[in-house]
């Protein structure tokens, strides 16, 4: 299993990214797909997860009405827009999918919201 984020970056207060996670290495249709965050000193939290088909979605609530979590099963592919970003966003950000019964992880993109 591969996890590959992408697209992180420095961005202004209010501005957007988008984040990008290639899976690999199993059957990337029949696994949820999640993102978390880490900022420096703090403890990693989930921020958003889809559910296999797409059909589902759940945000954590400091994510609510800006942030979207997308994915396209025919690229193997999960997505992080995230928009109205905040200082308080700075984080590592990683791709995460829990398959048969094993957490697997991504290497992280640094995302960091400063003036």
């Known amino acids: 299993v591969q996890l590959v984020e992408s697209g992180g970056g420095l961005v202004q207060p209010g501005g957007s990214l988008r984040l990008s996670c290639a899976a690999s290495g199993f059957t990337f249709t029949s696994a949820p797909m999640s993102w978390y965050r880490q900022g420096a000193g703090k403890e990693r939290e989930l921020v958003a997860l889809i559910s296999s088909g797409g059909g589902s979605t759940n945000y954590a609530d400091f994510v609510k009405g800006r942030f979207t979590i997308s994915r396209d099963n025919a690229k193997n592919t999960v997505y992080l827009q995230m928009n109205s970003l905040r200082p308080d966003d700075t984080a590592v950000y990683y791709c995460?999918?829990?398959?048969?019964?094993?957490?697997?992880w991504g290497q992280g993109t640094q995302v960091t919201v400063s003036s």
């Open positions: 995460h999918t829990r398959y048969l019964r094993v957490n697997y």
